[in-house]
Structures are given as structure tokens and as C-alpha cells.
């Protein structure tokens, strides 16, 4: 597994802003993405979505990346939990055509 960092502060700053939400999950398993979900990134200004999810893809092309290696307070979640939950997100934004 690779570990580092994210060049480009943007995506990092997007990941970041996703993966904070990990705080509040007791498990990856009772994750979904609905209505509610869609919602709340659909009040979010469209040029803050679109960076999100650049980085959402781009997250899902690098899975080989140790994210918990670069988020304060994050190595106790499994990478492979971390993953899991950007393609929950990954597949909310394309099911409510969230752009």
C-alpha cells in the first residue's frame, strides 16, 4: 500500500470535507446514500461539488493510496472501509446526478 500525500490542496480539501462524515459512522455497513444525502452536497455551491467529486474519482483511481496515513485521527478505520464509503458516495452522486 502506498502511503503520502495529496499534492494539490483542492483534493485534498475535498477528501477531507467527505471523509470527516467518517467521525459519525459506527460502521461502513450501515452506510447509504439517499434523499437526505443528496440533499445536503445538492446545497453545496456547484464549483464545491465538482471538485468533490473530481476527487471522489480520482480517490477510486489511487485506491492503492493508505488514506488513513494522511487524515488526522483516522488510522483506527480500515482503508479498505475508506474506500468502501467513496464508492457509496461515488455511486450517490451518479444515482441523483449530483454534478
Request: no cysteine.
Amino acid at each position: 500500500m502506498m502511503t503520502g500525500r495529496i499534492e494539490n490542496p483542492e483534493m485534498k480539501t475535498a477528501l477531507n470535507l467527505v471523509l470527516y462524515e467518517l467521525y459519525h459512522v459506527d460502521s461502513i455497513k450501515d452506510v447509504t446514500f439517499d434523499q437526505k444525502g443528496a440533499n445536503y452536497y445538492l446545497r453545496m455551491p456547484a464549483e464545491k461539488r465538482a471538485r468533490i467529486k473530481k476527487a471522489l474519482d480520482w480517490a477510486l483511481e489511487n485506491k492503492d493510496l493508505d488514506f488513513n496515513s494522511f487524515l488526522p485521527n483516522q488510522q483506527h478505520i480500515d482503508n479498505g472501509d475508506i474506500i468502501s464509503f467513496i464508492e457509496i458516495l461515488k455511486d450517490g452522486f451518479e444515482e441523483f446526478r449530483i454534478s
